[in-house]
């Protein structure tokens, strides 16, 4: 199957056709490294339980090798252990929508005990009725070794797109096209897919260990990736402005004889050329 079917196509051109000079102004992507440094420093004074608890939406979700979870709820179940400072992260790529309301951080993450080595984090927030940031999604992916990037490092933003708000049921209706069509396309030739809808900018991570920025390293990843890699969605959400996005769900490949599977997310902003991938991050079970 192609990957630019007809459907496609025609909500790309209709999302493109929303941009025009009244689009909104730049909003500072402050509050949201703010959440992401705050909940890191929580974690140095409780348990991770506790952290990952405080910081959770009530809506938010955790994805699993049983499926999709409450973040909450899936939380809860997690040992009590005095375990506080075991995990130490930091963002160094983030992003905000237009509308202020939806954001997203990714960077490295080590272990105290060195037990569990390094790994990349991602993270979806998204800000409540009563003014503070909450994450939506969480997930990682394990890194061979430590990051070049300490927590001094300045956190690169993304700009934002020069596009119009537009309403977010539509936002969202054409985004669920494009994700779907992703995860067909993937299934079936999974380079080509993501050659055609990640932005120039866009990185991704989950198999390489460190995360690959950038068309030329993200090429030599993919070179090494399984072949197809079939992605199911499970769900998401959109901003207010309708120009930021996010999406999760099940993956599915084969490595030699063995079917293998995990859990994938992605953060998407909507350009005049339609949506495209920012981040992505698939975590093998």
Known sequence: MPFRSAAAVSAVLALGACAHAGAPAQVSADPVI?????????GQQVSVKQA???????D????TPEGPK????????WPDRDDKGFIKWWPIYAGIAASGDLGFTTGPATYADGARGYT???TVWKKQPDGSWKWMIDMGARAPNASPFGPDTPVEVSPHSPVARLDPAAAWAGLQAVEAELGRASGEDHAAAY?????????INGFEGHPAVGRDAVAAALAKRPARIAMTSAGGGVSDAGDLGWTYGRARWTEGAAEKSGGYMRVWRRRPEGWVVLADLISPD
């Open 195 to 203: 050659r055609t809808r990640l932005a120039p900018e866009g990185r």
């Open 70 to 77: 409450n973040a909450r709820a899936y939380v809860a179940t």
């Open 34 to 42: 703010a959440a992401e440094r705050a909940f890191a420093a929580r």
């Open 120 to 122: 990349y984090f991602f």
């Open 52 to 58: 990952f608890s405080e910081y959770a939406a009530p």
């Open 60 to 63: 938010g979700v955790m994805v």
